[in-house]
C-alpha cells in the first residue's frame, strides 16, 4: 500500500521557521515529480511548491519565493519543505503530494497528483 505521511508542522511565531518532511512507503517516487500543497479553512487547495523527480528542477508559488526551499532526498524523508520566515497567511494544513506518472513535468494542479498524505498542521501566530 502507497503512503505518503507528512510531519514537522506545528506552532510558530509570525518570523518564525518549520521544516516539513514528506515520508513514502510501498513506493520509492525516485522517478515521479513531488509537491507540496496547503489547504487553509473555507479556501481551496492551492498550490505552493513543486519538484522534479530528479530535483534539478523546483517551482514556487510567487507568495512563498524566497521563503521556501523544496528539496527531496534525505535519510528520514522522501521530500521535504524548508519554510523561513514565516507569516500569519502561511496558515494551513500542508499536504505532500506525488505525480503517479514517472519523469512527468512539473504539474500544479491538485488533480494532476495521483496520491496524497493526511496533511501536516502549520499555524503562525502574529
Known amino acids: 500500500q502507497v503512503q505518503l505521511v507528512e510531519s514537522g508542522g506545528g506552532l510558530v511565531q509570525a518570523g518564525g521557521s518549520l521544516t516539513l518532511s514528506c515520508a513514502a512507503s510501498?513506493?520509492?517516487?525516485?522517478?515521479?515529480?513531488m509537491a507540496w500543497f496547503r489547504q487553509a479553512p473555507g479556501n481551496e487547495r492551492e498550490f505552493v511548491a513543486a519538484?522534479?523527480?530528479?530535483?534539478?528542477?523546483?517551482y514556487y508559488t510567487d507568495s512563498v519565493k524566497g521563503r521556501f526551499t523544496i528539496s527531496r532526498g534525505g535519510a528520514q524523508a522522501t521530500m521535504s519543505l524548508q519554510m523561513n520566515s514565516l507569516k500569519p497567511e502561511d496558515t494551513a494544513v500542508y499536504y505532500c503530494?506525488?505525480?503517479?506518472?514517472?519523469?512527468?513535468?512539473?504539474?500544479?494542479?491538485?488533480?494532476?497528483?495521483?496520491?496524497w498524505g493526511r496533511g501536516t498542521q502549520v499555524t503562525v501566530s502574529s
Open positions: 510501498g513506493h520509492t517516487f525516485s522517478a515521479n515529480a
Open positions: 519538484i522534479s523527480w530528479d530535483g534539478r528542477t523546483t
Open positions: 503530494a506525488a505525480d503517479g506518472r514517472p519523469f512527468g513535468r512539473l504539474r500544479y494542479d491538485p488533480v494532476d497528483y495521483d496520491y
